[in-house]
């Protein structure tokens, strides 16, 4: 019997169970392969359950975890590649339905058990920070990377992404009307037909979060369908942020505290802009087969970006979109992604085409800026003018772009640059591989450290990243 004061050993924490047998083959029917899949999902969510939350796992359970996912998500991808045509007609109707990518993964979720994670497992990841999650947006991830990789469901996926969304359709009237839509972070104004889009985060210097990329694509949906707009001018605001109050600010890229505290959606976040916004303002907005909208399969406009101080990943990633590019004296540019650990985008396939291949890989790989002052700062933006004069350029710029031919031309440029299938295999890699970085040791370690006080990276580049993200800094 134990005497008062007596300390006893922790118990031991038990041995975690087995990992799961070796995944089943795919056999090529449909019905057989789901329900196995289903099956051996379902054993191996039963096995993750038995651990505890990701961030209270000793080592031997973190490795009991990994060696649940891996075959786990190996079968989803195998089934994919033997399935995607089947899954694509199955969540849209043989292709008579265009849901979005975030209805198209809800659906997945329960029309095709096992293959992405459910609302309940979503919805228990969001209440985690970054480093504590189980990383179930991976399995979304292979949803999307299959979906792409087919040129037929790639491309009604990304058609259906055109398509302008549900918001923008409620506000499109109020907006014709008044020439003005306050959308949270983003302010649109009409004014002498071109459209004014404004971000509106200066508490953050302009970072990217989910909210900012539903206000972008529902500007730029407003822009692209008011007959009154004839191009497009977007530019960041003036911060309050005491290290530039009064200034403007085009973006600070990724906002880092989100992603710090698992706020940053693969779905909503990083697929979203890419086959959102950006997209449309590339490519336009998809317009219906009908004999009144004949000859034209897209409505287009010529797109004009004003860079104040500085554009860091995702703000240098739209300008690669834009028609023209003009940049205060004082402004630089920079993709630091690589050093944060992800992927910049699409970068990765449009920089090259506008720097070459040396500069893109010393600008995506080693983090270097271009100052708008320097030559080579010619091949991102068109025009480096004083500080002051940034808006008055940019205003120019846009009524030169407004004539009747622009918009045909600009659309045969970007056929011959960007071929809309090479765009879709890119994505289809894309897909995959951000959402594998997403939730890499080397990407945890920061969200999970130096990126939770938003004080990691900074204008003069002494930060984690090299290429710095002052939006970090804004304690978020």
Same mark, same amino acid.
């Given at each position: ?297 897209? $409505?287009?406009?010529?797109? *004009?970006? !004003?860079?104040?101080?500085? +554009?860091?990943? @995702? =703000? &240098? ?120 970085? $997403?939730?890499?040791?080397? *990407?945890? !370690?920061?969200?999970?450290? +130096?990126?939770? @006080? =938003? &004080? ?21």
């Amino acid at each position: 019997m134990a005497t008062a004061g007596t300390v006893h050993p922790p118990s031991a924490s038990p041995e975690p169970a087995p990992p799961l047998p070796e995944p089943p083959g795919i056999t090529g029917g449909f019905a057989a392969d789901a329900s196995a899949l289903a099956d051996y999902a379902a054993r191996a969510d039963a096995f993750l359950d038995t651990l505890p939350p990701a961030p209270d796992r000793d080592e031997a359970q973190r490795a009991a975890a990994a060696a649940t996912h891996r075959p786990t998500r190996w079968l989803r991808s195998r089934f994919m590649a033997a399935h995607t045509e089947h899954v694509h007609d199955s969540l849209t109707d043989g292709g008579g339905d265009r849901p979005r990518i975030d209805v198209l993964a809800a659906r997945a979720a329960t029309e095709i058990p096992g293959l992405v994670p459910t609302r309940e497992q979503l919805a228990t990841e969001l209440t985690r920070i970054q480093a504590h999650k189980e990383g179930r947006e991976i399995d979304q991830a292979i949803l999307f990377a299959g979906l792409l990789g087919s040129p037929r469901a790639g491309t009604h996926l990304m058609e259906s992404m055109l398509r302008p969304t549900s918001r923008a359709l409620s506000l499109l009237d109020a907006f014709r009307r008044t020439g003005t839509a306050d959308l949270g972070s983003v302010l649109i104004e009409r004014m002498a037909g071109i459209a004014h889009l404004e971000i509106r985060n200066p508490h953050c210097l302009n970072a990217e979060d989910n909210k900012l990329a539903e206000d972008l694509e529902t500007a730029v949906d407003l822009a692209l369908l008011d007959d009154d707009c004839h191009a497009g001018i977007l530019r960041g605001t003036v911060m309050t942020h005491p290290r530039y109050a009064g200034r403007r600010v085009f973006s600070a890229g990724i906002n880092l505290k989100h992603l710090h505290r698992g706020q940053i959606s693969y779905v909503d976040f990083l697929l979203r802009r890419e086959l959102g916004f950006i997209h449309k303002i590339k490519r336009g907005l998809l317009l219906d087969d009908t004999p009144q909208n004949w000859p034209h399969h897209t $409505l287009e406009k010529p797109w *004009v970006a !004003a860079v104040d101080t500085f +554009a860091i990943g @995702g =703000g &240098t990633q739209i300008l690669l979109v834009i028609d023209h590019v003009v940049a205060g004296s004082d402004a630089y540019f920079s993709l630091p992604a690589a050093q944060e650990g992800i992927v910049p985008g699409v970068s990765n396939l449009r920089l090259t085409r506008q720097t070459g291949a040396r500069a893109a890989r010393q600008i995506i790989l080693s983090g270097r800026r271009i100052r708008a002052t320097e030559p080579d700062a010619r091949l991102i933006c068109d025009e480096t003018v004083h500080s002051g004069d940034v808006g008055p350029a940019a205003a120019r710029a846009a009524e030169q772009l407004a004539g009747p031919a622009v918009v045909a031309n600009r659309r045969m440029l970007n056929l011959a640059e960007e071929p809309q299938d090479s765009f879709r295999a890119y994505l289809s890699a894309f897909a995959l591989a951000q959402g594998l970085r $997403l939730y890499s040791a080397d *990407v945890l !370690a920061k969200v999970g450290g +130096a990126w939770s @006080g =938003g &004080t990691a990276h900074t204008p003069g580049g002494t930060g984690a990243s090299g290429g710095g993200n002052p939006g970090s800094e804004a304690g978020r």
